[in-house]
């Protein structure tokens, strides 16, 4: 497993119990204190992508996401 920042496992643990509002609530907080660019490159892909490994690994499953 890739070590993800902070607010990039908040996200992942979000979508990962598909509390939407949780998410938005994320995404609208970091947005508003940085842009949002940087938002998708230091929160969102590296969420997605260990969402990716941890599927390939077998360690989640799609019924999960």
């Known amino acids: 497993m890739t070590e993800l920042n902070k607010r ?8 990962l119990h598909i509390d939407e509002d949780r998410c938005s609530m994320l995404l609208d907080n970091l ?3 940085g842009g949002d660019l940087r938002l998708v490159e ?11 490994l941890s599927w390939e690994d077998g360690d989640i499953s799609l019924s999960q996401v």
Request: zero cysteines; a negative charge.
């Open 31 to 33: 947005s508003s204190q």
């Open 8 to 15: 990039a496992k908040q996200f992942m643990d979000a979508l």
């Open 42 to 52: 230091d929160v969102v892909i590296p969420a997605l992508e260990q969402i990716g």
